[in-house]
């Protein structure tokens, strides 16, 4: 049979935009530099800014503040859900007349150590079993 063949070089598909893993607990600042898609005109600043995250279920991820300084996004983000991996999707408006949107993962993970309760399921070297998520198994 024939086989299509693709001429000229390959383009591996873009990597994914991924900030390092957050507790539940925590509330951080992320910034999200867009000055290399603004490189055309190094005067170009944001204007108009939109920020959505995905999903949005009780206990999830919040958007607790957006600001723009420049050609960056700040975003200060709280909560979530162990084991669950966001989208925090990013669209700019810039003075130039562009629009700017992108999409990052955040990896929420529970990363604070927590006491295990003193029914927790143990393994014989004594340490808590624990769901995905990280909470302690318990035997009721």
């Known amino acids: 049979g024939f086989v299509a063949t693709p001429r000229g070089p390959q383009i591996p598909p873009p990597q994914p935009l991924v900030w390092p893993q957050k507790d539940p607990g ?6 999200f530099d867009l000055a290399p ?33 420049g050609p960056r996004v700040v975003l200060w983000l709280s909560a979530g859900v162990a084991g669950t991996i966001y989208t925090v999707t990013v669209t700019a408006g810039t003075t130039g007349g562009r629009s700017l949107a992108r999409s990052l993962a955040l990896p929420v993970v529970a990363l604070a150590s927590i006491p295990a309760p003193a029914d927790a399921l143990t393994t014989a070297g004594g340490q808590p079993l624990t769901d995905p998520t990280g ?5 009721l």
């Open 26 to 31: 925590d509330t951080l600042d992320y910034v």
């Open 37 to 69: 898609a603004l490189s055309g005109n190094p005067c170009d600043s944001i204007s108009t800014l939109s920020v959505t995250v995905s999903p949005q279920n009780p206990g999830d991820l919040t958007l607790v503040s957006a600001a723009a300084d």
């Open 135 to 139: 909470t302690p198994l318990t035997t």
